[in-house]
């Protein structure tokens, strides 16, 4: 059994890539759920949603988010009436929304939610929210103290940005399966998802960190970034302005002491040296996953 730390996109592809191999081991992915928000009272969680609606073959592989063929109709009528719609949510995606709002207003938490919506889809990833307690990511940025989404999508990510809180981090309790899913994996992977804003909300979850470099001979991280530049999203420009190095050994610094082995690309082979150098064995091969060639390379580094 392998435990996969995931974000969005990134996570959601390698985890794509882990199952489509010929002999899958057993996949849990503890997911960051520091993007979540409340929306029209609706609660949405974008890393979650993204995975499953992955590992369902049912996302737009486009725009990285969200489901293919989707309509917009409802955003249509709430825009018209002068409802918020900065924060595009589908016809069909909404009724993901609306399942989970109603199930956790019943009771349920997020952990017990994802495992219904991933049974309904056919995905045969288990599916952990880190915690089922409220964290929210915020940014300190030059327009001010913005929420995960606002910095995201209302300001697409060109804010610039001073710092970074994971609010409630450090009162949530890390789930029970999430907790057991890091003890007994026989190996932890960490997705080449953003580390400031994907990863990071999950290590912040008092223990986790302490749980991963407990296994830190079994952790294996894919750099997201190559040749000096995330493939997706902010992580460059994050690393850059809060004052890391925006290379995979400043990705290796982020992480420390937590990682074992690192996956890198082709195109940073040079960096080789370097992370040896501190203490870390290195694999490269592709890293750039949405071809089946590279997949199952990528695949097979992580898993060999
Ligand atoms: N990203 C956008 O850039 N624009 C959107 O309108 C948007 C809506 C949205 C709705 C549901 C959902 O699950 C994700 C959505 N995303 C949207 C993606 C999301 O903002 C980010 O990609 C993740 O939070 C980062 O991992």
């Known amino acids: 059994m392998i435990t996969v730390l995931s974000g969005g996109v990134g996570a959601a592809r390698l985890l794509r890539a882990l199952r489509a191999t010929s002999h899958p081991p057993e996949i849990r992915a503890v997911v960051n759920v520091g993007d979540d928000l409340v929306l029209h009272g609706l609660t949405i969680c974008p890393d979650l949603d993204t995975i499953l609606y992955t590992l369902?073959?049912?996302?737009?592989?486009?725009?990285?988010?969200?489901?293919a063929g989707e309509s917009w109709r409802v955003?249509?009528?709430?825009?018209?009436?002068?409802?918020?719609?900065?924060?595009?949510?589908?016809?069909?995606?909404?009724?993901t929304h609306l399942y989970r709002t109603q199930r956790l207003a019943s009771g349920a938490t997020k952990t017990m939610v994802s495992a219904e919506?991933?049974?309904?889809?056919?995905?045969n990833v288990t599916l952990l929210p880190v915690t089922d307690d409220p964290v929210a990511t915020v940014f300190e940025t030059a327009e001010g103290r913005l929420s995960f989404q606002e910095y995201f999508v209302r300001h697409h990510h060109a804010v610039r940005v001073s710092g970074v809180e994971i609010v409630g981090a450090?009162?949530?309790?890390?789930?029970?399966?999430?907790?057991?899913?890091?003890?007994?994996?026989h190996r932890i992977v960490i997705a080449p998802s953003n580390p400031i804003i994907s990863i990071d909300p999950i290590l912040q979850v008092p223990g986790v960190r302490d749980a991963v470099r407990a296994r830190r001979d079994d952790v294996i991280a894919v750099s997201p970034i190559i040749g000096?530049?995330?493939?997706k999203g902010p992580a460059d420009r994050l690393?850059?302005?809060?004052?890391?190095?925006?290379?995979?050994?400043?990705?290796?610094?982020?992480?420390?002491?937590?990682?074992?082995?690192?996956?890198?690309?082709?195109?940073?082979?040079?960096?080789?040296?370097?992370?040896?150098?501190?203490?870390?064995?290195?694999?490269?091969?592709?890293?750039?996953?949405?071809r089946a060639d590279h997949d199952a390379a990528l695949a097979a580094a992580v898993l060999s």
Do not use: K
């Open 56 to 67: 369902a073959g049912l996302n737009n592989d486009q725009t990285g988010w969200g489901l």
């Open 75 to 95: 955003m249509a009528e709430l825009e018209a009436i002068g409802g918020e719609s900065w924060f595009r949510l589908g016809d069909r995606d909404l009724a």
């Open 117 to 123: 919506l991933a049974s309904t889809l056919g995905v």
């Open 170 to 185: 450090a009162s949530a309790r890390a789930t029970p399966a999430a907790f057991s899913a890091l003890e007994a994996a």
């Open 228 to 231: 000096g530049v995330a493939l």
């Open 239 to 290: 690393l850059a302005e809060l004052g890391h190095d925006v290379s995979c050994v400043g990705v290796a610094d982020f992480y420390g002491d937590l990682v074992g082995t690192w996956v890198i690309d082709e195109a940073d082979a040079a960096h080789e040296a370097t992370l040896r150098d501190r203490g870390y064995d290195v694999r490269i091969t592709t890293t750039v996953m949405g």
